[in-house]
């Protein structure tokens, strides 16, 4: 049996990395979450669920000392959830804090474990037209403090594996989506004004930002799917892109979603959701990870916007 | 008359700059320090130094709106003082924590200003044989806590640009000394045993860690013009190397010291100076920073080592 540690397991990816993990009977999981267990017991026992802040480094040497695990995929990260001077201090420190006491925690206990360090594509940021699609060469350029943070998790993950040859593994997922996922998120958001607008509840108008902004999506499942064949896969020291490799524009993700509610919309573009520093298109190359893993995406756009639809649904 | 702000002015670098700057009829200087304003009144009126936690996100929108600078060069940032887990937690959240606050402070109270991010060579870590000498190209592997975090204030001042378009620079300087270099560097640490070995304090025995690792030295009144040019030429948003050009091991540098202090030493290997996850070689290629400002370093290495042994001759 495998000891399995997943951070950050009550978000919308956590739950369900921990719905296909607890299916494997060699994998003994175990979790952590910042809010109750109880977010987290319709998938496994509550004892096996801590609930702690990962900043806090003694709370982190003791779970590591006492779960003493075989992988730990570090799914926890704190993301922008207003735009106030404090929230984005505390998402560069928390992200790089909590990063810090899982690996020197695993340093000190746990140093033949192998860690999933879930990085982003947000971290490329400002890509130019010449360097798409992305791979794992193209320059960091991050443009809002949650992809800064998660630069500094990677290059701090990075410095682990060089300073002491730890057993860690660097992924940097591509946009993705599924039921569970925030109204935050583009599809979700689009998703639920759909329904909304299907079951009569606002008036036939689609608020949107952008409709070019081109990006690449990708499955939740899949995407887990990609998480798991990391840990058995994956080269030590090395950093990955995963994502499916095909772009869409938000225009084109609003048809498919028309043709799924079988409803005509009009279309506003809401100025307030028009991001500055925006990039127009971000879509990945991740022929490193499919020729290490065997990866490949299963499900198509189509078919992942019919489950955030549904999911919306039934809300 | 230009008003600029110097953060971490009573550091070993810090009051090298306040020195120079000082000399300027034309720049209205004020610093921050984290110890007492005494360590700087020296050089300049008490009543422009203020003494502050840069971490305190309240404490430094205060000091911006107040100082409205022109100019801030940002030389704060916590080194590794020990090796304990909380040491280098602190480390990396707080150098992200003040950077984030001073960019965001300019942001909201002084958009026109300049901001000369001090970054470091550190950022480069473990550079291959191939890629000497090292330009702005060079791919960035953190080998410490005290490199990720100078990487993530680094990337941090990269967004501001990106994101809002501030008039940021970055410098990554190479190895400097000069008087008040703590003997925690290798420079000074060898120059005081010299002295000591002289004074007949110590036993004629040098204490050192590896004597084949090759650095490239800049004397810091080279370097502290290197900042203030960067300020007057550099271009917004880019990065530059700045550094002397030229390698040179620490066994040279116990040749050189050996003439200038007189006398013969037994080299001593002390393992526990040895530097675990070391780079053998780090030189620099500042084609790109010299190109721009047209700065050239004026002193040799020799005269550097003459200044830091007279220095501690006279402590």
Not at 43 to 60: G, H, R
Not at 130 to 147: C, H, R
Request: proline share 4%.
């Amino acid at each position: 049996m495998k000891r399995v540690l997943v951070t950050g397991a009550s978000g919308f990816v956590g739950k369900h990395l921990i719905e296909k993990l607890v299916l494997s009977p060699d994998l003994d999981i175990f979790a952590t979450v910042y809010s109750s267990p109880e977010s987290l017991s319709q998938f496994m026992p509550t004892d096996k669920i801590f609930s702690l802040d990962l900043t806090e480094s003694d709370k982190v040497l003791e779970l590591v000392q006492s779960v003493r695990p075989d992988i730990i995929y570090n799914l926890a990260a704190l993301s922008i959830v207003q735009n106030s001077v404090e929230n984005a201090k505390n998402v560069l420190t928390s992200n790089i804090a909590l990063q810090y006491n899982l690996l020197e925690s695993m340093r000190l206990h746990a140093p033949y474990c192998r860690f999933i360090a879930i990085c982003s594509a947000n971290e490329y940021g400002l890509v130019k037209e010449s360097d798409l699609p992305i791979d794992e060469l193209t320059p960091l350029m991050p443009l809002n403090p949650y992809a800064t943070s998660k630069v500094a998790q990677d290059m701090l993950a990075l410095q682990y594996y060089l300073a002491y040859d730890l057993d860690i593994v660097r992924l940097r997922p591509f946009n993705h989506t599924g039921s569970g996922q925030s109204i935050d998120f583009i599809i979700p958001s689009l998703a639920k004004q759909f329904v909304d607008i299907k079951a009569g509840r606002i008036a036939p108008k689609l608020l949107v930002g952008n409709l070019e902004t081109v990006r690449d999506f990708t499955d939740v499942s899949d995407m887990v799917s990609a998480y798991s064949l990391a840990a058995d896969k994956c080269v030590k020291g090395e950093v990955y892109n995963v994502g499916f490799g095909k772009g869409i524009s938000v225009r084109e993700i609003i048809a498919l979603l028309s043709e799924i509610a079988g409803i005509e919309v009009e279309v506003v573009v809401d100025k307030a959701r028009v991001r500055r520093s925006d990039v127009p298109t971000l879509v990945s190359d991740s022929t490193k990870f499919r020729q290490t893993t065997g990866w490949a995406p299963t499900i198509k756009l189509k078919e992942t916007l019919s489950h955030v639809y549904n999911y919306w649904l039934t809300k």
